[in-house]
């Protein structure tokens, strides 16, 4: 009895652990893990469109580039420029289109707000690859 009782803990354990390992979250969204840890001030002339809430701006990070974006007096959010739609792609860059509040890929046509990094039109199927920032009230610190 006691064979059978370690032979159904050990089946049991192969399971769950293989049920854990194949859910993990892909946080990459397919774009490429580049180190970022980035600090600026955002009193730089250089960062003038980041003065307003809603103001975005490209700084260089990242697999392609990084979209800054103020989201409000205290928070910014900082996306990959890389499009997760077929990530690898030369041209998978997206740009802040005439709206000012959707970024798009003129490779793959897909469009993702830049208020969340959400995926508006398809054929993306991921957000936007997301940093984490920090905000003193000065420096910007963008990172991952």
Not at 69 to 97: G, H, L, P, Q, W
Not at 113 to 134: E, F, H, R, W
Request: proline share 3%.
């Amino acid at each position: 009895m006691k064979r059978k009782t370690i032979y159904i803990l050990v089946i049991f354990s192969i399971i769950l652990t293989m049920t854990v390992f194949s859910c993990k979250k892909d946080e990459n969204n397919g774009v490429p893990i580049t180190p970022v840890n980035i600090y600026l001030y955002t009193t730089d002339p250089l960062f003038i469109n980041l003065t307003a809430v809603g103001g975005w701006c490209y700084i260089t990070g990242g697999a392609r580039g990084i979209l800054l974006y103020r989201k409000s007096i205290s928070e910014f959010m900082a996306y990959d420029r890389n499009c997760t739609y077929n990530s690898s792609d030369v041209c998978a860059t997206v740009y802040v289109d005439a709206t000012n509040i959707i970024a798009r890929d003129t490779c793959c046509n897909s469009q993702f707000s830049i208020i969340d990094g959400n995926v508006l039109q398809a054929p993306a199927g991921l957000p936007l690859k997301a940093y984490a920032t920090s905000y003193d009230g000065n420096v910007l610190h963008i990172y991952n």
